[in-house]
DNA sequence: TCCATCTGATACCCTGAAAGCATTGATCGT
DNA sequence: ACGATCAATGCTTTCAGGGTATCAGATGGA
């Protein structure tokens, strides 16, 4: 038994006529008996009652035929799909980003890949930084929006925006004041920031933004995730400086300010230069349409 | 594409080695290269990632992977089923009853199938006799229960049981206080029962119950519902005889009293002769289980 | 009642899809 | 560098399955 078998079965099962089944499967009546005549042999079960004038289904081909018609069905929706997730136009998705950038360009590049391609699941996947890079080489992730560290040798990239940092404190701090903070004010302050292992480009960014003007920032806390950071800022344990983008609905009780010569940095879109998976393509094609948007 | 290029994928997709899936295929391994390059070739797809050394998966492959489990599955079941189907395990059986059976042998034998043949689809049909007999040879119904009307050629007849008449009244009635009554008290009284054209089988007993004993009876209504001849005895319209299994829970107002020389009716299970479904058999069976029971 | 006609089943032949065997070519570990 | 492993390719052979011709049973009209 075959799937060519069950729509010989479907084709007399419709037309009820061996001539016209015949003909519907683009071939002469005399095999097209005999294939009948298999299908009821290796099922062991009559199929149709007839004579020389006329076929009907027996019950059990009344059964068969509608089991026959899903199955079908089933068969050619898997053929065509196979052919969709090949195209990009169906599949899966598994996209990583950091919270650095969930509040500015993830959500666009999420809603119009899902407008473009609806058929194909994105599975989101919040990491930080470092956990990202690894996942994009080792594959567990097809692509990804994080910061541009600099060398990235098997990965395509794609420039998504250019961010400010800002500085952020309790508004009861004593530079809350200040309209515009440059870094010699910080010298004597607490500063929270991720660790270096984590964020690398982020926190080489900050060090670097203190060490131009020959101060070294006095990193009393180094929380992994950066909502930790922004609840330890409204504690009054340290000033922190984040992406613009987050400084907006940190909840009441906090501040941003600008720097001075604020550094920034370049949130890009990574996935593996050599991806297998077809969806890629169409997500790295809307990162590029969003840049130039926001550049 | 067929099902079996699906097993041959399926078998590559499992072992992702061209070696052991061609040897689990019954085939050797060049001939199973080649269905598998064909098969990518008419979908137009790659499914495999490979070279000399490894096979993997692609998305796509991946993707169709899970496809053709579900297709697979499917495509047995429909083969396993239709022989469950043709053996009578599984499918449809139409029933036909008269009410006058509804609370003697239907619900046992109901019961008993449902408990034989789980996947066998009952489909009830409560109609009155005359409807069954045509019903029956139109092939509507596959069985039925009904009175036996003797003449039934092409039927196959088992029968279920032999129910006395039993007269029914409002307990205000002035027979009410007879114990037990004889047709000569009825001479005058108002009977309602179901017309020849409706129950012939149940009608030509009453008549010759009364004829027998040189007396026409008063048939002032006949309502082809059972339902209908209780409820109107039940307004003080007439008397009515009805079968001893019906006057249990007539409710209240109601009594019944045993006849003098009651006539009596045959309870017969139904089938055409020549009947196609297969599950129509061991129906009849069960009913003569009953039989035995019940006689 | 007989014949024309329709329709499914059978007989026979032939083609080509697909299997087997032998071999090649590429890759990896020693 | 060499052998082992494994997928791909070339060649031959076979049989599943298609085509044509024909038979056989049923039906309906003359």
Redesign the pocket.
Known sequence: M?T??MR?FMALAET???????ER??????????????IERTLGVKL?E??????ALTPAGKHFMEDCRNVLGQFEDACRDVRLVASGMKGELRFGFMMHAAHSVVPELVQLYAKARPDVRLVLDERTPTEIDEMLVAGTLDAAVTFDCGYAPHLQTVLLARERLRIIMREDHPLATVGQIYPEKLREEKVIAAPAATAPALRSAINSYFSAKGIVPHVVLEPRLQHTIIQLVAKGLGVALIPVSLCTGMGTGLISRTLTDAPQLDVVLRAPMTTKNPAVSAFMEIGKSIQRTSL
Chains 1, 2 share one sequence.
């Open positions: 075959d060519r078998h010989f009820l006529h061996f001539g016209r089944a015949a499967m683009n071939m002469s009546q005399p095999p097209f008996s005999r294939q009948i005549a298999m149709f007839r004579n020389s004038r006329n076929v």
